[in-house]
């Protein structure tokens, strides 16, 4: 293989120094940042009660999310959440393309963060560029050591927030401070600090264009009618530039004036003149320096805007598709399904285990007896005192002490309890049985469980001890 073709296959990563763009599309994403970013960093101060609204206690084994709280045995609720933000994200990008990504997407909102330090120390496209070609001096050795501060900075404060959804960060924060704070939140400060720092500092657009599974299978959601950043070849090709003493109106070229910007300001160093590309993140900088450009040269803005390949061609937009039904219908179905089963959700957790060291025994008075292992959960947030209740062959009965089923809020409680059946009732040595546990004060919180009760032979009446008697004599 030749030094030119594996410059080809091995094509050195260049950095990509985006230039300032100021426009309507910038400030919708800067406000889109804040909120963002605002929501993340801020969330684990909210108090709900006397707890943190937000918090996953792994000690206990719980989620706290404002007034409700889920435990384990709640996953199928985190699975349907996980499902519909998925839906959700198909129906935005089947809708307005890949906006998630220019808007919302962590790795965006952090890297903007970035480059906005970068900036305040570096300078624009142009005074970076000088700096890079200049080499090392003590100038940039001191913007280099500034800017690697702060970035440091940016990335800790928000790994603290991070960490403060799994350990209380009032708690936390304090504790940090003074030393005491658990070995893995220190472990885990590092790792997301480092993460951030790379992904957000070193890697940037190289996370968007070859680590991001979404870059790569966007285009399945993609149809004629979805909103993208698009070029107007029609109206801006043949390109070419404009001379100084040249109107826009009188060239016998497109409106492109060939001045690059729209490549000199996109966060991944594309040309949106050559097509759909999956590397672009739809964040709009393109159009806001296009725009720029085109009430320099007197012409009329959007040779590059948000559109779809049917108004590119002169079509009609359709809003209404099957797909978007599809979407919207199966989100509204599982939020709605999601909430009744939330709303109806009963904070009661118990499982019956039969004692497996002795299949029964009789007890003083005849009756036949089995033992249970009953485990109880209380997954509500106040105590509750319980009572079972269990149903099966006839004059059945279970033997336990009230005191036992007085539960507290979180608690889980494991105890013995003791069933037991005259053996005229056993039809036969296997009977099925029903334990029904409900709250004292709040009929509402039951559960029902089942299991089976074990005998000895059920003893043959008279009238079959008869008839095997005249068989044995015939």
């Not at 605002?38 to 909210?46: A, H, Q, R, S, Y």
């Not at 005491?180 to 997301?192: G, Q, S």
């Not at 966060?267 to 159009?287: F, H, K, V």
């Amino acid at each position: 293989m030749t030094d030119a073709a594996e410059r080809g296959f091995f094509s050195r990563h260049a950095k990509i120094y985006p230039r300032i763009v100021d426009g309507r599309f910038a400030r919708l994403r800067a406000g889109a940042l804040v909120a963002t970013l605002g929501v993340l960093l801020f969330t684990p101060w909210l108090k709900w009660g006397d707890r943190q609204a937000v918090w996953q206690d792994f000690p206990h084994r719980k989620f706290h999310l404002f007034g409700l709280v889920f435990w384990p045995q709640d996953l199928i609720y985190l699975t349907a959440l996980l499902v519909i933000a998925a839906l959700f994200l198909f129906l935005v990008t089947a809708l307005a393309g890949r906006v998630w990504c220019g808007y919302a997407c962590p790795q965006t909102v952090f890297t903007q963060i970035f480059v906005w330090i970068e900036r305040a120390f570096e300078g624009d496209r142009a005074e970076q560029l000088r700096l890079s070609r200049h080499g090392w001096t003590a100038g940039r050795l001191f913007r280099l050591v500034g800017k690697g501060f702060f970035w440091a900075l940016a990335a800790l404060g928000t790994a603290v927030s991070a960490v403060g959804y799994f350990v209380p960060i009032r708690e936390l924060v304090p504790a940090l401070f003074a030393g005491t704070a658990p070995l893995l939140a220190y472990i885990a400060l590092i790792v997301v600090t480092a993460a951030i720092l790379l992904f957000a500092g070193r890697m940037r657009e190289q996370v968007c264009i070859y680590m991001c599974p979404y870059a790569r299978f966007q285009s399945a959601m993609f149809d004629r009618d979805t909103l993208i950043i698009s070029y107007d070849t029609k109206r801006g090709e043949p390109r070419g530039a404009l001379s100084r003493d040249e109107a826009a109106a009188s060239r016998a070229l497109g409106s492109c004036i060939d001045c690059s910007l729209c490549v000199q300001v996109c966060p991944t160093g594309i040309d949106i003149r050559n097509g759909l590309q999956y590397q672009c993140i739809a964040c709009a900088s393109c159009i806001d320096a296009c725009d720029e450009v085109m009430d320099r040269v007197g012409a009329p803005r959007g040779l590059v805007r948000y559109t779809t390949f049917d108004a590119l061609e002169g079509h009609p937009t359709r809003l209404g598709r099957p797909r978007i039904f599809a979407y919207g219908g199966l989100i509204l179905a599982l939020v709605a399904a999601l909430s009744y089963a939330i709303a109806h959700r009963v904070p009661l957790e118990f499982d019956v285990l039969r004692d497996r060291n002795a299949t029964y025994r009789e007890v003083g008075d005849g009756r036949i007896e089995n033992v249970y292992r009953l485990k109880v959960l209380n997954m509500d947030q106040v105590a509750h005192q319980y009572a079972l209740d269990v149903s099966g062959p006839d004059e059945i009965a279970v033997v336990y002490k009230p005191e036992e089923l007085l539960v507290g809020a979180g608690e889980n409680r494991d105890l013995a309890i003791r069933v037991r059946v005259p053996p005229e009732s056993l039809v036969t040595r296997s009977s099925g049985i029903d334990f029904r546990l409900a709250s004292v004060d709040q009929p509402e919180i039951a559960v029902r469980k089942e299991s089976r009760f074990l005998g000895p032979a059920p003893r043959p009446g008279p009238e079959e001890g008869a008839d095997e008697e005249k068989e044995e004599v015939q």
